[in-house]
């Protein structure tokens, strides 16, 4: 069974910076894809951004520039570093194991960590 658990979230005043972590038990074959995505209050889950194994990344274009999206491998573990946060980047942040980049296929998830963003 694959767990992958998020750390990291809290309250953070706008402006400041979070770093998410996410740890996955192991990774299975196809899915070695690690993103991360968010569903705001009342919201569709939206995605934010995805990192193969090689490291090649794609991000959200609402979150180019503060966002990072970073992994590593011995730890199977991925980080979001989120910086000059915003008031609109409250959500619950999620990771999944997806099979490509453009994280249309995800098909195990965390459970999420709480981001509040306050004014």
């Known amino acids: 069974q694959v767990q992958l658990v998020e750390s990291g979230g809290g309250l953070v005043q706008a402006g400041g910076s979070v770093r998410l972590s996410c740890a996955a038990s192991?990774?299975?074959?196809?899915?070695?894809?690690m993103a991360w995505f968010r569903r705001p209050l009342g919201k569709e889950r939206a995605f934010v951004a995805a990192i193969s194994f090689s490291g090649i990344i794609n991000y959200a274009d609402s979150v180019k520039g503060r966002l990072s999206i970073s992994r590593d491998n011995t730890k199977n573990t991925m980080y979001l570093q989120m910086n000059s946060l915003k008031p609109e980047d409250t959500a619950v942040y999620y990771c999944a194991l997806c099979t490509s980049v453009r994280a249309t296929l995800c098909d195990y998830w965390g459970q999420g960590t709480q981001v509040t963003v306050s004014s």
């Open positions: 192991s990774l299975p074959f196809g899915r070695d894809v």
